[in-house]
């Protein structure tokens, strides 16, 4: 159980650490995409919350949302990526 444990913290870290970096790239093309954006960082906020306190389905389960959010509003255009 120890093994299954340490495997979802490292798999939460990891992809924190992407969707920390992605939300970093993107901009909102509308108020609809600012939604989208404000929810995407609101369920990863609540992820690093679950995480902090060693709730770690819950966190996963956040995190999920927060790439969900975030990949819909690219998918629809919602959000964009910045020009470098």
């Known amino acids: 159980m120890r093994d299954l444990e340490e495997k979802l913290k490292q798999e939460i870290e990891k992809w924190s650490k992407r969707l920390d970096r992605e939300l970093g790239k993107v901009l909102a093309t509308s108020e609809n995409g600012e939604e989208m954006l404000e929810n995407a ?34 998918e629809l255009k919602l959000l964009k990526e910045k020009a470098s």
């Open 41 to 74: 960082r609101a369920y990863f906020s609540d992820s690093k919350h679950f995480f902090e306190k060693e709730d770690l389905i819950r966190a996963f389960e956040c995190l999920v949302w927060a790439w969900a959010w975030l990949e819909i509003g690219k």
